[in-house]
């Protein structure tokens, strides 16, 4: 992927605001040069295909106002985009205008379509007299091509009181082709004394609060250069609505909520969630639901299964925690849902690239000690795991790679056929990100826990970070990325250890 300059970068619009005028089409864009800048929230794309990627922005020029609508009124705003091969804009490939509305918080999402594959493009925006920062995009190889190889980067757990954004400046800094966000990308909860930042306001509960959260992370440099940096593909896990909770189930009573009021909260946190990050309209929210498992297709080099793990699940078993529990080993429960357990099998079934990438959110190998194992994880939905790992081996999946975020910490696992013998058949990876900012600095512990008991975890480090993944038709190498404080700005990044999995060779090889 072409390089981003550091002026497109950092300065972003006023890069471009002179170069390749943007069409004066409305009154409302003419008649308000005075208006305040509306891209306090930065630009985003995502989703992309062969053809099309989606661009994103929200205008909000006072972002924190507590109606959640970042200062503008009741009325629509036209904003006008722009896609072209330089930062210039000398030639555009494609352009247009969409409405955005009050009634979504001013988000936009355009699918830009017509381009060629495996390809980078840059893209802006302009709204009332204003001119965007430029973003960075590129498209998926064609059908059947595998294109370039592809660095991806990944990561979870972006707790905004916690830390810096330090890890999405340095994840923005590797010129990543595609960047992949595994949940808890907002936290619900309100503002805590003593941290390095602090939320605005109370626990979210309302759609405006909802709004302005995300609005308050957004607003962050760090985090706006990563999203003008690559397309990014998004799930979410648990606190982009409320902790653990589990399809209908909620973790407790915290804060005392009806069930209208708590179905309102969830309907408010999906609503919310759409709007700003971009999906394509298909994972657009309806009501108390939204349909976020989907499959990416990265040409014949990698497939993207993006798994929903928070909204279908069974609640968690023997009351949640780390714990002993039997119930934990019923047929009956399903962590993704038995729905999303057959789509998932038979996408898997379909060898659609060299790389079967299975992005979701909890810790999947097994991971038991003297306590018991987390029911929060696929450890409380053993039968679930046994079903995908077992599917995966009967259609023949060869590169089954499964990504992980959560628990805010790095580990490397093999996935073994039986976990009750640690001779049997490695079956598959599994790479878990370290967090943006969750937990805090860490000690900068590489010893791995409980591994005699569990000894497929082959690495574990306990400090803030994200995985840099390089595919090509013939291995996979995971850089594990850590800075060493996320309490103080700026901190470097170091390469902590890299493993590579070999195409057909399931299992983790020490670089």
Not at 253 to 282: F, G, H, K, V
Request: aromatic share 10%.
């Amino acid at each position: 992927m072409s390089p981003i300059s550091r002026r497109t970068l950092v300065l972003g619009g006023l890069a471009a605001a002179g170069a390749g005028a943007l069409p004066v089409r409305s009154a409302v864009i003419a008649a308000t040069a005075a208006v305040p800048y509306p891209f306090q929230l930065g630009i985003a794309s995502g989703e992309p295909d062969a053809n099309s990627v989606v661009l994103w922005t929200r205008l909000a020029p006072s972002p924190l106002n507590a109606d959640g609508h970042g200062g503008l009124t009741d009325t629509n705003i036209v904003v006008d985009w722009q896609v072209s091969t330089t930062d210039t804009f000398s030639t555009l490939v494609a352009n247009g205008q969409v409405t955005a509305t009050y009634a979504t918080a001013h988000s936009v999402h355009v699918v830009a379509g017509n381009l060629n594959p495996d390809s980078d493009y840059f893209y802006r925006f302009r709204a009332q007299g204003h001119v965007s920062p430029v973003g960075r995009t590129r498209t998926t190889p064609a059908i059947g091509a595998a294109g370039r190889d592809l660095t991806m980067a990944f990561t979870s757990c972006s707790h905004y009181e916690e830390g810096y954004y330090t890890v999405y400046r340095r994840m923005a800094e590797e010129n990543p082709g595609l960047i992949l966000h595994l949940g808890d990308y907002i936290y619900e909860y309100g503002a805590t004394s003593g941290r390095p930042r602090l939320h605005v306001g109370a626990e979210i509960v309302t759609i405006a609060d909802y709004r302005r959260r995300y609005a308050q992370y957004k607003t962050d440099p760090d985090l706006q250069a990563a999203h003008a940096v690559a397309p990014w593909i998004v799930v979410p896990d648990d606190h982009e609505v409320e902790n653990n909770y589990a399809g209908t189930i909620r973790e407790n009573n915290t804060p005392a909520l009806t069930a209208a009021q708590w179905t309102a909260r969830r309907s408010a946190a999906y609503q919310a969630y759409y709007e700003n990050m971009p999906l394509r309209p298909a994972q657009a929210n309806s009501g108390n639901s939204i349909p976020l498992y989907r499959r990416l297709r990265w040409g014949s080099l990698a497939t993207f299964h993006m798994l929903d793990t928070r909204q279908y699940r069974n609640d968690q078993a023997c009351g949640d925690g780390w714990k002993v529990c039997s119930d934990a080993d019923l047929a009956s429960r399903s962590l993704p849902g038995n729905a999303q357990e057959t789509w998932l099998l038979d996408g898997l079934n379909q060898h659609l690239g060299t790389w079967d990438i299975i992005g979701q959110q909890v810790f999947f190998a097994r991971r038991f000690n003297s306590t018991g194992a987390s029911m929060d994880s696929w450890d409380g939905y053993r039968a679930s795991r046994a079903r995908i790992q077992q599917g995966w081996v009967d259609r023949g999946t060869r590169n089954p790679v499964v990504l992980t975020g959560d628990v805010h910490r790095a580990w490397a696992n093999d996935l073994k056929a039986d976990y009750n013998n640690a001779n049997s058949a490695t079956v598959g990876t599994e790479l878990v990100t370290s967090s943006v900012t969750s937990s805090g600095d860490g000690d900068g512990s590489t010893t791995v826990p409980d591994v005699g008991t569990n000894p497929w975890l082959k690495f574990y480090n306990n400090r803030r970070g994200y995985v840099r993944a390089t595919l090509s038709p013939t291995q996979l190498q995971a850089d594990f990325r850590a800075v060493a404080k996320v309490s103080e700005h700026g901190a470097a990044a170091t390469t902590v250890k890299s493993f590579v999995v070999q195409e057909g060779r399931p299992g983790l090889q020490a670089v």
